[in-house]
């Protein structure tokens, strides 16, 4: 039986998902709400974060667990939307989603009040909108279980920490630039994914080797497109066995290590950020024990 919410490393990445953001607005009704997430929250068709707020609201901490800073980089940035609780539905169907989505935000509240809802969904064998696909240098197997999930006391061990930024993509803007031009921003070759032995400094790739950093900023993404009319981009996720990695390397895409930003932000940027704690599973259930107020 999985110690961890499995929904966090299985691959590959649902065909449909829905990602709900939730603000906590009474602390009173707080024990009935989580009552009724332990029941609808299974770590596999959804995965459940936990944001600071919340937890300080429980009385309890969470090491290494704070809230999205809103980060200025070198004329780029990276704003700061960090709710108290995210859930990550999985599943093949939209409309499936849409009523499991609307039934837990009744469940949850008056405790919680769901203030954004972002659909998502698996394009072709997992790229992103522009072609390119996505995650390419995910750690997996064992080596993913160490980037991805907490070692420690019980509470605490098979938790992990997500990053989430919505990015939305100038579509009209990529287009128009030559396909040499767009193979330099994400430092691969479209038409075969190859890395390019000759990519500038600002290539994604580059901004954001995970094995280039000192420790080594291993980190499981699990992004997927999003579309809301005319607009569309990624929904980056990322779990960790802390945000250092996710820290580090958004601070060097940012250009704050030497001065060089991201070629990404030529063509996207970032419209949300939040980081959320998602707790372990213990017999099938998830494991809450790490949020009970010290005595």
């Known amino acids: 039986m999985s110690y961890y919410q499995p929904g966090i490393l299985a691959a590959p990445v649902p065909s449909q998902a829905r990602h709900l953001f939730f ?8 024990p009935q709400a989580l009552d009724q997430l332990l029941t609808r929250v299974d770590g596999a068709t959804a995965v459940a974060g936990f944001g600071a707020s919340l937890v300080k609201a429980l009385g309890a901490r969470v090491q290494g667990l704070k809230a999205f800073p809103a980060l200025t980089g070198v004329g780029v940035d990276n704003p700061s939307t960090q709710h108290a609780l995210w859930v990550w539905l999985h599943g093949d169907e939209r409309g499936e989603l ?5 039934e837990l935000e009744a469940a949850l509240a008056p405790a919680f009040r769901l203030v954004q809802m972002s659909e998502a969904f698996r394009h072709k064998t997992g790229h992103d909108l522009t072609g390119y696909e996505d995650g390419t240098e995910n750690p997996e197997d064992q080596a993913a279980v160490a980037a991805a999930l907490a070692t420690g006391d019980d509470g605490l061990r098979g938790g992990s920490f997500a990053a989430i930024q919505q990015w939305q993509h100038d579509f009209k803007g990529f287009a128009a630039m030559s396909p040499e031009a767009r193979d330099h921003i994400i430092g691969r070759r479209l038409s075969d994914n190859e890395e390019l032995d000759d990519a500038p400094e600002y290539a994604h790739v580059k901004r954001t080797a995970q094995e280039s950093f000192t420790p080594e900023a291993f980190m499981v993404r699990r992004s ?25 390397q958004l601070r060097r895409m940012s250009g704050l290590e030497d001065g060089i930003v991201d070629g990404l932000y030529r063509m996207s940027r970032p419209i949300t950020g939040g980081y959320y704690w998602c707790p372990p599973l213990r017999d099938g259930r998830l494991d809450l024990s790490a949020l009970q107020a010290p005595k």
């Open 224 to 248: 997927m497109p999003w579309i809301e009319g005319d607009k569309g981009g990624l929904m980056f996720l990322a779990f960790g066995c802390t945000l250092n990695a996710f820290e580090v």
């Open 23 to 30: 603000s906590l607005e009474s602390i009173e009704a707080l």
């Open 98 to 102: 849409l009523h499991r989505s609307n």
